[in-house]
C-alpha cells in the first residue's frame, strides 16, 4: 500500500481512489452488502479506507457525522431516489424488463452515479477543515475509521458486516489478519 503525504483533502483524490478501490476484488460486493443489511453509505465507506490510506490518520465519529449530516438531503431526495427507480426498473417494474426499460435503467445509473460524485465533494468539503488530530499508520488508522463509521451511523458490528468490512479493508491493503483484528476488538 502506498501511502502519500497528507494534504488539504482533494475532491478529485477521494473520487479516484474510492473509484479503484470499489473495483477491487470483492470491496463492491461488501459495500453493496454493507448497504443493503446496515444501511451503509458506500462513500462513506469507502471515505474512511482513503483518508487513512493517504496518511490523514484516522476520522472520528464526530467527523463521520458531519459528514452524514452533510449529504443527509442530497442523499435522501436525489442518490437513493435513483437508486430506488434503477432497481425498480431491474426488477421489471410491475412489467418485464425489456430494451426500453433496460436503457433507461441504464441512463438512471448515469445520473446515479453523477450524483454519487456530487456526494463525494459534498463529503470532501464538509471535512476540509479535519485536522489530523489522531495521527496513526495507514493500517490502524483505515481500520479504526471504519469502526468509528459504524459507529456513528449505528451499524451494528455483527458476524456478517465484519466480514463484509474485512473484506473492504483488505480492498484497501490491509492485510487479512491485521483487518480482521481492526474488528474484533470492537
Given at each position: 500500500?502506498?501511502?502519500?503525504q497528507?494534504?488539504?483533502?482533494?475532491?478529485?483524490a477521494f473520487?479516484?481512489?474510492?473509484?479503484?478501490?470499489y473495483g477491487?476484488?470483492?470491496?463492491?460486493?461488501?459495500?453493496l452488502?454493507?448497504?443493503d443489511r446496515?444501511?451503509?453509505?458506500?462513500?462513506l465507506v469507502?471515505?474512511?479506507?482513503w483518508?487513512?490510506a493517504?496518511?490523514?490518520?484516522?476520522?472520528?465519529?464526530?467527523?463521520?457525522?458531519?459528514?452524514?449530516?452533510?449529504?443527509?438531503v442530497?442523499n435522501?431526495d436525489?442518490v437513493?431516489?435513483l437508486?430506488?427507480?434503477?432497481r425498480?426498473?431491474?426488477?421489471?417494474?410491475g412489467?418485464?424488463p425489456?430494451?426500453?426499460s433496460?436503457?433507461l435503467r441504464?441512463?438512471?445509473?448515469?445520473?446515479?452515479?453523477?450524483?454519487?460524485?456530487?456526494?463525494?465533494?459534498?463529503?470532501?468539503?464538509?471535512?476540509?477543515a479535519?485536522?489530523q488530530?489522531?495521527?496513526?499508520?495507514?493500517?490502524?488508522?483505515?481500520?479504526a475509521?471504519l469502526?468509528?463509521y459504524?459507529?456513528?451511523?449505528?451499524?451494528?458490528?455483527?458476524?456478517?458486516n465484519?466480514?463484509?468490512?474485512?473484506?473492504?479493508?483488505?480492498?484497501a491493503?490491509?492485510d487479512?489478519?491485521?483487518?480482521?483484528r481492526?474488528?474484533r476488538?470492537t
Amino acid at each position: 500500500m502506498r501511502v502519500r503525504q497528507a494534504s488539504r483533502p482533494s475532491e478529485r483524490a477521494f473520487a479516484r481512489y474510492a473509484f479503484r478501490l470499489y473495483g477491487r476484488a470483492g470491496v463492491a460486493r461488501a459495500c453493496l452488502a454493507l448497504q443493503d443489511r446496515a444501511g451503509a453509505d458506500v462513500n462513506l465507506v469507502l471515505l474512511a479506507c482513503w483518508w487513512g490510506a493517504s496518511g490523514r490518520g484516522r476520522l472520528s465519529v464526530a467527523a463521520f457525522g458531519r459528514a452524514r449530516r452533510a449529504l443527509a438531503v442530497w442523499n435522501r431526495d436525489v442518490v437513493h431516489a435513483l437508486r430506488r427507480v434503477r432497481r425498480a426498473l431491474k426488477a421489471g417494474a410491475g412489467a418485464r424488463p425489456n430494451a426500453g426499460s433496460d436503457a433507461l435503467r441504464l441512463r438512471i445509473l448515469a445520473a446515479e452515479l453523477a450524483a454519487e460524485r456530487i456526494a463525494q465533494a459534498r463529503i470532501v468539503t464538509a471535512l476540509a477543515a479535519t485536522a489530523q488530530r489522531m495521527p496513526s499508520a495507514p493500517a490502524s488508522a483505515i481500520g479504526a475509521s471504519l469502526v468509528a463509521y459504524c459507529r456513528s451511523a449505528g451499524i451494528a458490528l455483527d458476524p456478517a458486516n465484519r466480514r463484509a468490512l474485512v473484506a473492504v479493508a483488505v480492498g484497501a491493503g490491509l492485510d487479512p489478519a491485521v483487518a480482521r483484528r481492526a474488528f474484533r476488538a470492537t
